[in-house]
């Protein structure tokens, strides 16, 4: 008979370790899994009672300095265990201290945006050390919450996909229902990725502006920009304004709904720089023009007193007579409708 080496024999030992730790935490009724691809346990959360909310998981181990390492996984794995229905969990074990680490595999996809990595034509993705949390009593939590479908990277997922089925079936109800959860558990939850909803509705975003559907999406987008345009990143806000060689109206709208609701943010993303080397310089003086009157809405610029002589561009006098009208129709948008370059 052949003899065990040193990494079949620490990878028997880590499978014994973390299913002992999985025991010794409770609430778990631990498997072994034989022929599972990529799968060496499965843990069936039991709290007090056994509940059909199952963790896969695959177990790396090693001998040594006993903190967490950096795990080089297959694509073919991370594919699977992406597109699985189950929660499909790294676990790292230390054999000599048997000190463990774990990592969701399917909320680090999405929230350190591995997708291009494991889809692409590399092999192997690493998942880093700090993305690997204690194998401990918080820890324990943390999965159970896991295995029950409500930790915060989960919901925002769900969230994404109920945004995605309002849209595609024109239910602006089930929109706004949607934006309310939002607003709930920005409230309830110490952390909600958010980013995974907005990145979702920007997707989306360029497949159905002037439908149905596209009018819901600018009711959402009006929506998460009141309520997190605070987390919007430049990108993001590029994705929505422009639209090829000019701009989106609903992406205007969204523009000066944030320099309304986020004012000193806004200063501090520098927008009018960052905008000024786009064809349609209309853009850059919205954004100076509503940073050198911080505080005053579009509406008051249109119809009120104010030098709006800018950047070799000004708003032509018949705003104050015809504005209001066009604004009550479209929007801040509107008032790019009466900018005129001088000279």
Sequence with gaps: MPRRTDSQRIGSLGHRVAAATFE????????????DVGIDMEAELS????????LKCQIKSFNGKSAARAVRL???????AYECRLPVILVQVETQTGNGWFCWLQGCIEVEGLQRSI????????IAADWLSPLDRIGNEQLKTIARGIHPVARATQL???????????????????NGLLNRYRKELSYFPVHLVV????????RIWGTLEGNALSELLYMLARSFGDHFTREQIRRIVLREDTYSRTGINVLGILYDEFPDRMKDMLLGEFFSDHYDQRISYFCNLREKYRGIPVFGLMTGDYDCALDGHDVD????????DRWANRGDC?????????G
């Design 199 to 206: 990145e979702e509705v920007l997707s989306i975003s360029g």
């Design 119 to 126: 889809y692409g034509e590399a092999t192997h993705t690493t």
């Design 160 to 178: 994404r996909d109920l945004i995605r089925f309002a849209l595609e079936t024109h239910d602006h109800e089930l929109v706004a229902a949607a």
């Design 74 to 80: 297959k694509n073919d794995f991370l594919k699977y």
């Design 47 to 54: 709290d007090p009672d056994p509940s059909a909310n199952f």
């Design 24 to 35: 010794r935490l409770g609430g778990w009724i631990v498997r072994n899994q034989e022929e």
């Design 334 to 342: 509107a008032i790019l409708d009466y900018v005129f370059q001088v």
């Design 317 to 324: 006098p018949s705003v104050k007579d015809r504005g209001a």
